[in-house]
């Protein structure tokens, strides 16, 4: 086991593709959110006591009416399948061993339903909403009958933000080969044999389930890229509550306003996100929105938060400033790019351990 998850990310840097690791890391424009987001959690302090007893701690938590191990999700997260063959499975098998929740994209590289195969623990759909309602009712129809317990509905992506490092390298689906593609993947064999092991690129295959497209990544690229639903607003909880029975829960809020808005929606809980940086880079943190948001809701439903957390220490943190869990994004898929699942239940570990060492 490594020592801590930065060095999984200089591990995951060193065997990924140069092309898979900037889709990994790489924020919007500059980097300047993602940057911030990082750095937010090094500016809060904690102010510890002394004297208690701490021989026994409790890190369980019971969250939307079920018990988990750690207030710690994992996911969602898109392309996994750049990474590591099979990766939502190896993800979802990781997170429940860790009995946490899986929350998986809903332009992930696996099927929902293989990924339920897989693992008999907690898991979510992440949503995007296109333009046509009907892919996103019959994902919501195809996770409900995989007994998926909660759906996560993100509404901070109506336009895709502005990705320079993509554009730097001709990133886009499908990949297009080029002399510099052809020199970038030559210097990372073991990463080139595991995809053709998987045969090749991965392919959008959920999404194209539910929009009915082929098995053709060109396909595939194009249902993805369809535009969103620009149409979205508070009023359409109704439209998804209608097709989802349970949680549902809001990603991508960054003010009380639309906290208080969710509540009054119907929401059962919201994230406090900014994409992981990748969408608006003069965004603020999460992190630095998160009391002002807690004081507006004033525990009326549940704040999950994102965007750099790296240590145990950062979800003592979070859970002090008013959040009740943290959401786990390039974290875990550090692990993954970098030693696969055994990479993935590491960083899980140290972030339980440090956190039980914070609390103590």
Known sequence: ????????????????????????????????????????????????????DVTTIDTSTTLFGRAQSLPVFVGPTGLNGLYWPRAEEVLAQATHAAGVP???????????????????????LQLYVQKDRRIAENMMARAQAAGFSALMLTVDTMVHGKRDHDIRNGFRMPVPWTPRLLADLLSHPRWCLRMLRQGGSPQLVNLAKSAG???????????????????????????????????????????PADALQALNAGADGI???????RQLECAPSPLEQLPAIADAVQ???????????RRGSDIAKALALG?????????PLYGLASRGPQGVAEVLTI???????ALR
């Open 102 to 124: 899986f929350v998986m994209s809903t332009a992930s590289t696996s099927l929902l339903e293989d990924v339920r195969a897989a693992s008999s623990g907690d898991l979510w």
């Open 1 to 52: 086991m490594l020592p801590a998850v930065k060095d999984y990310r200089q591990l995951a840097r060193q065997r990924l593709s140069r092309f898979a690791f900037d889709y990994l890391e790489g924020g919007a424009e500059d980097g300047r959110t993602m940057a911030r987001n990082v750095a937010s959690w090094g500016n809060v302090t904690l102010l510890p006591r002394a004297m208690v």
């Open 213 to 255: 497209v082929a098995a053709n990544i060109q396909k595939q690229a194009a249902a993805m890229s369809r535009e969103m639903d620009m149409s979205l607003q508070w009023s359409d909880l109704a439209w998804v509550r209608k097709h989802w029975k349970g949680p549902v829960i809001v990603k991508g809020l960054l003010t």
């Open 323 to 331: 959040a009740d869990a943290v959401l786990l994004g390039r974290a």
């Open 299 to 309: 525990g009326r439903m549940q704040l999950l938060v994102d965007g750099g957390v």
């Open 351 to 357: 972030l339980r351990s440090e956190f039980e060492i």
């Open 271 to 277: 994230v406090i996100s900014n994409h992981g940086g």
